[in-house]
């Protein structure tokens, strides 16, 4: 069976792509078929994590070490299965680099919105898929979450679908980043799970 890629991409790649992409690493390391990899739109090329985003890493269970960043490319794009944008700043980006992306591309507050209320029911195309398709059975749930627009009530405000850039801020600024983005690293992770056990009834 294949494998499944998953890019998440903010501006520098030093505090929130890279702190998703830890957590992201953590919570779906019983799947080697699954890669977690970031990038930034104008990446701060070999720095490691800032400080304030490596103690929020560890502190929710990631581990920092050895992060570089990088800028972000159209075949980083083209090679990932689902892209995960801090904002819609960066979508808009994505989608400028490489249009095609678009297609698999959300914010991931914007796809944790989608996915909350999903049911066994919606995942059962998920579930007649091989157990040991993993891959396979990921890659369905790009067709779930944006199944849901239109379904599922939008953002009270744009800005809800955004994480906060904490750069040069305030420990609160990380603090507040984190509160965010954690919360939908963990739907991510959830639903997934979901996905890689789901059976047909």
Same mark, same amino acid.
């Given at each position: 069976m294949g494998n499944f890629s998953i890019l998440?991409?903010?501006?520098?790649? %030093?505090?929130r792509s890279p702190l998703a992409e830890r957590l992201l690493v953590a919570g779906l390391a019983q799947?080697?078929?699954?890669?977690?990899?970031? !990038?930034?739109? %104008?990446?701060m090329t070999g720095h490691p994590m800032t400080d304030q985003a490596a103690a929020l890493a560890r502190q929710f269970g990631g581990d920092p070490t050895g992060h570089a960043a990088r800028e972000l490319t159209a075949?980083? #794009?083209? $090679? =990932? $299965? #689902?892209?995960?944008?801090m904002s819609r700043e960066h979508?808009? !980006? %994505?989608?400028? #680099? =490489?249009?095609r992306a678009?297609?698999?591309?959300?914010? &991931?507050?914007?796809f944790?919105? *989608? &996915?909350?209320?999903?049911? /066994? *029911? /919606? *995942? /059962? /195309?998920? !579930?007649? #898929?091989?157990? $040991? $398709?993993?891959?396979g059975r990921f890659a369905s749930l *790009?067709?779930?979450?944006?199944?849901?627009?239109g379904i599922v009530a939008p953002a009270l405000s744009a800005d809800d679908d955004d994480v906060v850039d904490p750069y040069r801020r305030s420990d609160e600024t990380y603090a507040e980043s984190a509160r965010q983005l954690v919360p939908a690293v963990d739907a991510v992770v959830s639903l997934f799970q979901? !996905?890689?056990?789901?059976?047909?009834s």
């Open positions: 998440t991409v903010c501006s520098g790649n %030093i505090c799947w080697p078929q699954v890669s977690v990899s970031s !990038a930034g739109t %104008i990446g075949q980083q #794009l083209t $090679d =990932a $299965d #689902l892209v995960f944008a979508r808009r !980006a %994505i989608a400028e #680099l =490489a249009p678009i297609r698999y591309t959300f914010t &991931i507050r914007e944790a919105r *989608l &996915i909350s209320g999903v049911t /066994d *029911l /919606d *995942l /059962d /195309d998920t !579930a007649g #898929l091989p157990a $040991d $398709d993993i891959a *790009l067709e779930v979450a944006a199944s849901q627009r979901r !996905a890689a056990t789901v059976t047909r």
